[in-house]
């Protein structure tokens, strides 16, 4: 493995690296992982199970919505419960790599049927405070993360079943991003596409393309052989099928974007060059007040019905 061109590893990436050198070689610790592909919104959520028993976890899962009519849907929830009720699974962790501005999340729906914590990076404190402002959430609305079970600081170990897991801090695309090393798997969230496509924005509120940059090179030093599952997929020119599996060897040799021999600033450069071509989420305004929420709804008002917050001349 040529890892020649990567940074020494700091002390949280060698955990990780730890984690998924033990479970390359025993298979006992590689996870199986089912992917859900979500279309309306190109999002990927992943259960993540320990092959040796029941445990399992959820990551990144979708609250199906309509922005034309206001309306939630289960859809794609469902069709996660139902493969877990299939394979009598224990959902111990749901697992969000970031408050998405691309769809709404299930955890709180898949809490209440299946339970399972709640987890984020203890970073979407950042995100709270400024998009609190911006959607005027006023003094109700708590900034320091309570809204989750746990917040994951870079490094922190955690278990599911038997399998060994590290969290890992990778912002860039969003300060709060985390990625998940899950035995021989990884979880980067936002912060990689497949290799045909390359990397995610930056120019939300908090972003950096410099910062996304290092994010992903620490990614980059993990194992070649770490199998690297993706939270979207867009469907690059000359694909005719979308895909979220991938390698860590496959990203550092043909990302699109920070392939090796890419360096920082030529990547800081295509980054904000593309960037600035990009239209806005088309559900970044209601995803992003109710993710920041931990995937709740604003409460109810007086009349009993719900109301989303559209900012105008805002962002």
Same mark, same amino acid.
């Given at each position: 493995m040529n890892t020649s061109s990567i940074a020494p590893p700091d002390a949280a990436l060698a955990d990780a690296r730890a984690v998924?050198? *033990? #479970?390359? #070689? #025993?298979?006992a610790r590689r996870p199986v992982v089912a992917s859900f592909f979500d279309e309306a919104? %190109?999002?990927v959520s992943h259960v993540v199970r320990d092959p040796g028993g029941s445990a399992c976890a959820i990551v990144d899962s979708v609250l199906d919505f &309509? #922005?034309?009519s206001g309306r939630t849907a289960e859809h794609s929830a469902r069709r996660l419960l139902e493969y877990v009720r299939d394979h009598a699974l224990t959902v111990e962790w749901l697992l969000e790599t970031h408050a998405h501005a691309d769809h709404l999340s299930a955890a709180p729906l898949l809490k209440q049927r299946v339970g399972g914590t709640l987890a =984020?990076? *203890?970073? =979407?404190?950042?995100?709270?405070?400024v998009f609190g402002d911006v959607f005027n959430a006023g003094?109700? %609305?708590?900034?320091?993360g309570r809204q989750f079970d746990r917040l994951f600081v870079d490094g922190e170990r955690f278990r599911i079943g038997a399998l060994d897991a590290v969290a890992l801090h990778v912002p860039g695309h969003t300060p709060a991003c985390m990625a998940y090393v899950i035995g021989d798997a990884v979880f980067p969230g936002d912060t990689l596409f497949m290799p045909d496509f390359g990397t995610a924005r930056c120019d939300f509120p908090g972003g950096d393309a410099a910062t996304l940059f290092r994010s992903i090179r620490r990614l980059q030093a993990l194992? &070649?052989?770490a199998r690297m599952f993706l939270c979207h997929d867009y469907m690059a020119p000359g694909r005719d099928a979308y895909a979220w599996e991938t390698t860590v060897g496959a990203q550092r040799s043909g990302n699109l974007h920070v392939r090796d021999g890419v360096a920082e600033a030529d990547f800081v450069a295509l980054r904000k060059a593309r960037d600035a071509t990009l239209a806005m989420p088309k559900l970044l305004l209601p995803s992003v007040q109710v993710n920041m929420r931990a995937g709740h709804l604003p409460a109810p008002e007086a009349n009993g019905v719900r109301y989303?917050?559209?900012?105008v001349d805002a962002l």
């Open positions: 998924v050198e *033990a #479970a390359l #070689a #025993a298979p919104t %190109f999002t &309509d #922005a034309a =984020i990076g *203890a970073h =979407i404190t950042a995100v709270q405070r003094d109700d %609305f708590a900034r320091d194992p &070649d052989a989303l917050k559209l900012p």
